[in-house]
């Protein structure tokens, strides 16, 4: 059962990995052509006013024109070298081949900060037949959804400052680091940490952000303050344990989720299986012939129903089984009532003097008839108890060489030659029963004397770890078609064969 389990939980596993990568890729992929189209769409117009606008300007006019067509608010369009820009080959291609190019700031890797994730998206076009490019940015840049963000707080922290004299700044951003539980200090604009990206930043965005780990939330600002030589410093902010692990989840959705969904089947899984592995001893049990025990399965399974029917069906069993052995008790006591009246009978006549001699074999023939229907009334009950697990074995440690000798010796005034061989050595001592073992072997022998020609051979071999005992004649054989119901209850191969004496049993 443990393996079964195994083996299911490994192809749902794999199934639910494979369903998600394909679900991820696909939404991937849409989601990117979606974005791409709609920004073509909103791209399109602007990019062909501007490159028409630039046709008729000389090239070391660029930069001017441009600016006095930039939007007073948002980040300003730029004219880059083809050379420069970081581009896989087939976009650049398609640059160079006058195509719109949709790139991302970290390739479309998230930037945590209090717990958004951005990302800047730019779109790219070549400058007629130029080596140079112009990028206008589509999304709102990170900065300035950082400066959104943090509105009240700078525009609080900086309005204390303005209105503190500089030598007093130490102490009011202390106040202030108080209120809002955040670091605050002045550092030197030209200081080291500073890096020309972030100074880019600073002029263009008013906020720049020291660049996080993968996979960490940004943790500290940069600000200018109304000296031009400091910068305010916020952070590093302390995010608590719960929105880091949120921040790394959001970074790692696609791995959190396949592990989400593989827990979820684990358990699910546990729980089915639990109960199937219920309903799976029961069925055991009852295969044993034991219809006592019990087991519960919560009606809140889905697998109820199914024990509910499993449980209908071994009382449903139970009740048919001691029919069974009501019936069979009952038959085989009538039939020996009157087969003990018919023998008592048969013995006072057995004990009359000068019976003629027609009439003595006639007493032989019923009494061989007698003996007969007790025998097949045995090889019945001995047949239903072990259909019905009544039939207990009571082993014993015996000679099997010395016990076969035996067995055999009782055929010796057959008419068909009965002989015995010893393939092994006579001192083997063995566990068994040998009321039943006599069934078996008197079952084979008989079975053997009823088609052999002239000779029946009982051998024994034995090694470690097994004993065997055949029986062969030297009659008929079965055939190869028929061979594979020889241990079908009631099945016989010879047609002629009278069924009175010989059910297949």
Do not use: C
């Amino acid at each position: 059962m443990i393996k079964l389990y195994l083996k299911t939980l490994t192809i749902v596993i794999v199934l639910t990995y494979l369903v998600s990568s394909i679900y991820h890729l696909g939404f991937s992929y849409f989601t990117k052509e979606n974005f791409n189209s709609i920004n073509q769409l909103m791209s399109k117009g602007t990019f062909s006013y501007i490159q028409t606008m630039l046709e008729k300007t000389p090239q070391s006019s660029w930069a001017s024109a441009l600016t006095t067509l930039q939007p007073s608010a948002g980040p300003p369009a730029k004219i880059l070298p083809i050379e420069s820009l970081q581009l896989n080959n087939k976009d650049k291609l398609r640059l160079l081949d006058g195509e719109m190019v949709f790139s991302s700031r970290e390739k479309f890797h998230f930037i945590y900060f209090l717990y958004y994730g951005v990302f800047e998206s730019f779109a790219l076009q070549r400058i007629a037949k130029s080596p140079f490019a112009l990028q206008i940015m589509l999304t709102e840049p990170i900065n300035q959804t950082i400066k959104d963000t943090m509105r009240w707080i700078i525009h609080i922290i900086l309005r204390e400052l303005n209105s503190t004299s500089k030598e007093n700044w130490p102490l009011a951003l202390k106040k202030l680091q108080t209120i809002f539980d955040m670091p605050l200090k002045v550092i030197p604009k030209k200081s080291s940490i500073i890096t020309n990206k972030m100074r880019e930043d600073l002029n263009t965005y008013a906020i720049a952000y020291s660049q996080p780990e993968t996979g960490k939330p940004i943790s500290t600002l940069y600000l200018p303050t109304s000296d031009p030589q400091k910068l305010l410093v916020i952070g590093p902010i302390q995010y608590s344990p719960l929105s880091s692990l949120f921040s790394v989840a959001q970074h790692y959705y696609f791995i959190s989720f396949v592990f989400a969904s593989i827990f979820s089947v684990v358990f699910l899984t546990w729980l089915f299986s639990r109960n199937i592995l219920k309903i799976y001893q029961i069925t055991k049990r009852y295969s044993k012939g034991n219809f006592s025990e019990r087991t519960k399965v919560s009606p809140f399974s889905i697998l109820h129903g199914v024990y509910k029917n499993v449980v209908s069906m071994g009382n449903n069993l139970k009740r048919l089984i001691q029919s069974q052995q009501n019936l069979t008790r009952f038959v085989a006591h009538e039939v020996r009532t009157p087969l003990s009246t018919m023998q008592f009978a048969l013995d006072s006549l057995k004990k009359e003097k000068d019976l003629p001699e027609s009439t003595v074999k006639k007493l032989i023939s019923i009494q061989e008839d007698i003996d007969d229907i007790n025998k097949l009334i045995s090889y019945f009950l001995l047949y239903y108890k072990s259909t019905s697990h009544e039939l207990k074995l009571k082993p014993e440690l015996l000679n099997i060489a010395n016990w076969l000798k035996n067995t055999v010796k009782r055929y010796e005034l057959s008419k068909i030659n009965v002989t015995l061989q010893l393939l092994t050595q006579e001192n083997i001592m063995i566990s068994f029963d040998p009321n039943l073992l006599k069934h078996v072997v008197d079952n084979l022998i008989t079975n053997a004397l009823k088609f052999a020609r002239k000779n029946v051979l009982v051998s024994l071999a034995a090694d470690r770890h097994y004993v065997e005992v055949h029986v062969e004649d030297d009659g008929p054989s079965i055939s190869e078609l028929e061979m594979k119901n020889i241990f079908e209850p009631f099945v016989t191969f010879n047609a002629d064969q009278d069924l009175g004496k010989h059910i297949g049993l």
